[in-house]
């Protein structure tokens, strides 16, 4: 028998998290090409606590029930966030879907967590009486799988404030707009004068989570801009070396990599050329 809960408040909904299996529902958009069998939905999008975006000081707190629309139209929203959010799918379900819904979801194809993962996103799993916060790594562990428990819900993200200088972000995709990704890429670095402070990238669509090549990005900061740029070959045969990728029902591994090592060497050979960024 399916009794589906709509509670009004996140105490409520945590009392009903520890007292019964429930599938959240927040958007909906995932869950209903999931096929999900007779099951209790927990619905999330009546508790208006969880709907803020707040300015937290040294971060961004986005509560669970908020959209993309609400997303792309604050101002305390970092411009790379936006730009890996513009192009998913059609307007209408960026009036519910939500950002942690994608999160939540563990889709290798999804596209807002390699960004979360360059702002070092901390992921809020709350439970009855205890909250505990995990890293995207720590949150995402496979398809379809994490680390959240059958008590305890996500209840905000929280985005900690970053100086980068240049970002990028590109999703490769059979259309330009409402298209499921072949490959993203998103990337931040900090200069400062001539010296690459910050550098990390992440791909989306090419492993089971987002791929970062940490010790690559260490051995680039601290480095002079130009010795970067003039290192490139070397850069790119360590990349090219260390991003595994495989063929899959939206393109070929051999297609993924060029287009993967081209985006990396364009990041790379324009920084220190974008505009401010954020
Ligand atoms: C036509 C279409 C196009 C799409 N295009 C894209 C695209 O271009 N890029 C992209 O990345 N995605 C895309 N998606 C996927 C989907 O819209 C996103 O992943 C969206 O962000 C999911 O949010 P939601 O609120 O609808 O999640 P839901 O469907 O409500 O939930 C998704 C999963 O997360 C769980 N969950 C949700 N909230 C919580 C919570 N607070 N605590 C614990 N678990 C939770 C649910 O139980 C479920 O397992 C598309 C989907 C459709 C139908």
Known sequence: MVANKKPKTLEEALQIRASEETVVYAGGTDIMVDQVPEINFLFINGIESLKHIKDKGDHIEIGAGVTYTKLLASDLIPKLLKDSIVDIAAPALKNIATLVG????????ADTPPVLSLYDA??????????????????????KD???????????IRLPKKDFTDIYYEKIAQRKAASISKISFAAAATIKGDTVEVFRFAFGSISRTPLRLRELEASIEGRKL???KADIETIMAQCDEQIQTRDGKRSTGRYRKKVALNMIRDFIMTLGEKEEAE
Do not use: H, Q, W
Not at 102 to 109: D, E, G, K, Q, R
Not at 146 to 156: C, G, P, R
């Open 226 to 228: 130009t010795d970067v």
């Open 146 to 156: 994490t680390a959240i428990e059958k008590d305890e819900l996500m209840t905000y």
């Open 122 to 143: 901390r992921l809020v799993l709350e439970k009855t009486g205890a909250e505990r916060e995990l890293t995207l790594d720590e949150f995402m562990l496979g398809l």
């Open 102 to 109: 994608n999160v939540c979801n563990a889709s290798p194809l």
